[in-house]
Nanobody
Framework: QVHLVESGGGLVQAGGSLRLSCTAS????????TAWFRQAPGKEREFVAS????????YYADSVKGRFTISIDNAENAVNLQMNSLKSEDTAVYYC?????????????????WGQGTRVTVSS
């Protein structure tokens, strides 16, 4: 049984920073592709960032490139998302997801397990 838990969401002013964390039981992040997605009110869930467990290679949506950083903490078996220079359009529920394959993907159906989400609200 794989269980993902996100944390770190909250309310922040525009231009501020937040660090989201996703911990897992039943699966090791260093062996599988992992990603963060987000869903804003009234919008579809969208890809934010992904990381390969084996190579550590990362990929970002254009909207967050240069502001967000995804990383794996092997000691804690966690995947973190450092979010800087936050904008009001970053307001959403952020979800962590992990595949059953090593390589990451930007596609929602490619992920087998999802967390419950953590809410991020950026005030302008």
């Amino acid at each position: 049984q794989v269980h993902l838990v996100e944390s770190g969401g909250g309310l922040v002013q525009a231009g501020g920073s937040l660090r989201l964390s996703c911990t897992a039981s039943g699966r090791t992040f260093s062996r599988y592709g992992t990603a963060w997605f987000r869903q804003a009110p009234g919008k579809e869930r969208e890809f934010v960032a992904s990381i390969s467990g084996s190579s550590g290679s990362t990929y970002y949506a254009d909207s967050v490139k240069g502001r967000f950083t995804i990383s794996i903490d092997n000691a804690e078996n966690a995947v973190n998302l450092q979010m800087n220079s936050l904008k009001s359009e970053d307001t959403a529920v952020y979800y962590c997801a992990i595949r059953s394959k090593m390589g990451p993907s930007i596609s929602i159906p490619a992920y087998d397990y999802w967390g419950q989400g953590t809410r991020v609200t950026v005030s302008s």
